[in-house]
């Protein structure tokens, strides 16, 4: 079935340590986006790729960076973790000039100790 | 900029009951809208969408109307169950279509 699919589910890292989230889809859309969901705070935009080759800041992406790989692939990493990183974090795609909804990967809940 | 404010949870109902999620949003021109669901454990899925005023959106029972004179898209639901239990997000994609930007959530509880 065509969706998003993220790597790994789950992840327990140490403060300073670094690891790369990955995200692939197969839906050939160009726009892929990382939130991050917290209790109370919803889901905030961390970083976006309209299309393959750019990337964009959202509104959190301080501790972070992006790779857009190519079309199908967008990972986030995390250089020296934090524990204010802990959090879930969503991959989602979108097909620009559609007034439809976006496709969500099933998360990475990750915890900095 | 863009927000969304959704009410508070959580919301504790017992089955059959009414249902409304109140949403409103602050936007420049015509976004449009939508309901997400999380179900525990889950990621997010696509409940129902608007994408202009007066357009009534509607799945599995669930219905919310895009009011532009109020900026609002509340969620109902005439007779909820316990699988309806879950984290309700609001969200708007604005015209250029960057970004969805979302409400905090409401936490939806039913008893049985």
């Known amino acids: 079935n065509a969706g998003v699919t993220q790597t790994p589910k789950f992840q327990v890292l140490k403060t300073g340590q670094s690891m790369t989230l990955q995200c692939a889809q197969d839906?050939?859309?160009?726009?892929m986006y990382w939130y991050r969901q917290d209790p109370g705070m919803g889901l905030r935009l961390i970083y976006y790729?309209?299309?393959?080759?750019?990337?964009d800041k959202g509104e959190v992406p301080n501790g972070y960076n992006v790779s857009r790989l190519n079309k199908r692939e967008f990972s986030l990493r995390l250089e020296s973790a934090a524990p204010s990183q802990t959090s879930v974090y969503f991959c989602?795609?979108?097909?620009?000039?559609?007034?439809?909804?976006?496709?969500f990967g099933s998360g990475t809940r990750l915890t900095v100790v | 900029g863009d927000s969304v404010t959704q009410m508070e949870g959580p919301v504790t109902l017992s089955e059959e009951a009414f249902l409304t999620i109140n949403c409103t949003y602050t936007?420049?021109?015509?976004?449009?809208l939508f309901w997400y669901v999380q179900y525990p454990g889950e990621g997010l899925q696509l409940l129902l969408k608007?994408?202009?005023?007066?357009d009534k959106g509607s799945n599995k029972g669930f219905e919310a109307t895009y009011r532009k004179e109020t900026t609002s898209f509340h969620l109902e639901k005439g007779s909820v169950q316990v699988s309806d239990s879950a984290v309700y997000f609001c969200?708007?994609?604005?015209?250029?279509?960057?970004?969805?930007?979302f409400g905090k959530g409401t936490t939806l509880s039913v008893s049985s």
């Open positions: 989602a795609t979108h097909r620009e000039g559609a007034r439809n909804g976006y496709t």
């Open positions: 839906m050939n859309h160009n726009s």
């Open positions: 790729s309209a299309s393959e080759g750019t990337t």
């Open positions: 936007a420049t021109g015509y976004p449009s």
């Open positions: 608007a994408t202009k005023a007066d």
């Open positions: 969200a708007l994609s604005d015209q250029a279509g960057t970004a969805l930007i």
